[in-house]
């Protein structure tokens, strides 16, 4: 994801690819060994290792406008598939609506975010639909910055850079000038929308300057199943759940972003509930929760 070949990322500061989304989907540990080593036996019967399954798909807009949707078709609902497809067994219609996601980090697209030419004032948005199959798990999400390049500095940025605040050789200001928050986006709309007069109230994870949200996603975030418990809680199977990633480039960002570029990763993690209690960090050490 780190390279740029793969990510055209130029000119007046860009904000970065977010490709690389990846997933690991971890069974058990030892406390599994349990159900399979009872002394025991019943003749005729079969355990079989249960599976945990995590697939995704996602809408991208830049500007408000509309970029990317993955899968570009509309979905459909278990029961919408059963009307369409009569033929179709019980675990036919479960393959075929499984089949509408991607999964990670298999078939994912690289990169999610492609920006070029950004200026100030302006924004994205990436909404990402979470589909945990088989089994509830614990997700984590995770991530770091790739890049944060000057990538040479034109006449404007110079002059800019001349009368301080430059990062040091080789390093640009985007990652520091851009903001970013990622939340809790409980109907799916692609909108944050925080407080007890908003319905829903959104809860937010971390928002902060790209970079230093990208620093604490280097930390590993446990995310939540339940916001409406005071404990974690594990992600159910078989439901939809959504985050919301945004980022903007303030109006009042000058000179010292142009040619500058940032790139980066998010990744996200899940293990089986049971025989867990998510306090395993996949990234390190867990970073707070709460806004800066």
């Known amino acids: 994801m780190t390279d740029d070949s793969k990510i055209r990322l130029t000119r007046r500061g860009v904000l970065a690819s977010m490709g690389a989304v990846g997933a690991a989907a971890a069974l058990g540990g030892a406390g599994t060994m349990a159900f399979f080593n009872d002394t025991e036996s019943f003749t005729g019967n079969r355990l079989v290792a249960g599976e945990l399954d995590l697939k995704m798909d996602w809408e991208e807009s830049y500007n408000g406008q509309l970029q990317e949707k993955v899968p570009p078709r509309p979905i459909l609902s278990r029961a919408e598939i059963a009307i369409q497809f009569p033929s179709l067994s019980d675990a036919e219609v479960e393959a075929h609506f499984r089949d509408q ?3 990670v980090p298999d078939q994912l697209q690289a990169p999610v975010v492609a920006v070029d030419d950004v200026k100030p004032g302006d924004h994205g948005e990436v909404t990402f639909s979470l589909h945990l199959f088989d089994n509830p798990g614990y997700l984590w999400l995770g991530g770091g910055l790739d890049g944060n390049r000057e990538n040479g500095q034109s006449e404007p940025e110079n002059e800019t850079d001349a009368t301080g605040g430059d990062p040091g050789v080789g390093l640009g200001e985007f990652g520091d000038a851009a903001r970013a928050r990622i939340w809790y986006d409980e109907n799916g709309d692609n909108v944050y929308q925080p407080g007890q007069e908003a319905e829903p109230n959104e809860t937010l994870i971390v928002e902060d300057s790209l970079s230093a949200v990208l620093a604490a996603l280097s930390q590993g975030i446990p995310l939540d199943g339940d916001r409406s418990t005071p404990e974690r809680d594990c992600y159910p199977n078989s439901t939809t759940q959504y985050l919301g990633f945004e980022w903007w480039v303030p109006v009042e960002v000058g000179n010292e972003i142009q040619t500058d570029s940032a790139a980066f990763t998010l990744s996200f993690y899940a293990e ?21």
Do not use: I, K, L
């Not at 089986?272 to 800066?292: E, I, K, L, V």
């Open 272 to 292: 089986q509930c049971r025989h867990n209690d998510g306090s395993t960090n996949p990234f390190g050490t867990p970073a707070p929760t709460t806004a800066n």
């Open 101 to 103: 996601f991607r999964d």
